[in-house]
Each structure stands twice: as C-alpha cells, then as structure tokens.
Nanobody, 122 residues
C-alpha cells in the first residue's frame, strides 16, 4: 500500500510561484509513474502533469505547459510540481497520484494523496 502526502500549497498572488511536494511512504513509488491533478470548486478533477518512473518522459495539459514543471527524486521517494507564473485560474486543490502507467487519465492511477489547496489571487 502506497501513501502519498502533498504539501506546499498556499495563498499567493498572480505571477508568483509555488512548489508542491508529494511524499510517498510505500515501496512502489520509485517504480511507478506519478501524476498531478487538480480540482476547482464545482469542476471535475483534471489532469495537470505526469512523469514516468525514470523521469525520462513528462506530459502536461496545455494550460500549464511552459509554466509548470513536474519532477521526482526516487531516492527520497518524493515528487514535485514547480508552478511558476501562477494565474487565478490555477486555483484548485492539487492531488498527486501514482500508478503503473504514465497517463493523463485519473482512473488509471492507483494511489492518491489527500490534496493541498492552491489559491491564486488577482
């Protein structure tokens, strides 16, 4: 069983940066893909970014391409989402997830964190 815990969220102004972390406590993280998703109030959970287990492949949703960077440190069992040039529309609860394949589909991920709130004011 893998447990994921996100941290690093907060309240920032438009144009600021935040770095989210995802700490894993199980034995599968370093061999599984990792994804970040977000859910804004009244909206469905949406894909943000994904990275394969070797960190040789990444994928982003169009709205964050060039502003967000996903990375991981398998020795520390931790994943990251660096978010730059934040916009009010980035406001959401951000979740990290891990699974066997690198995918944009939430249903394909096996383990999820509890989420961390990111609020961007204009």
């Amino acid at each position: 069983q893998e447990q994921l815990v996100e941290s690093g969220g907060g309240l920032v102004q438009a144009g600021d940066s935040l770095r989210l972390s995802c700490a894993a406590s199980g034995r599968t993280f370093s061999s599984y893909a990792m994804g970040w998703f977000r859910q804004a109030p009244g909206k469905e959970r949406e894909f943000v970014a994904a990275i394969n287990w070797k960190a040789t492949y990444t994928e982003y949703t169009d709205s964050v391409e060039g502003r967000f960077t996903i990375s991981r440190d398998n020795y520390k069992n931790t994943g990251f989402l660096q978010m730059n040039s934040l916009k009010p529309e980035d406001t959401a609860v951000y979740f990290c997830a891990s699974g066997r394949i690198t995918t944009t589909q939430a249903a394909d991920y096996l383990y999820w964190g509890q989420g961390t709130q990111v609020t961007v004011s204009s």
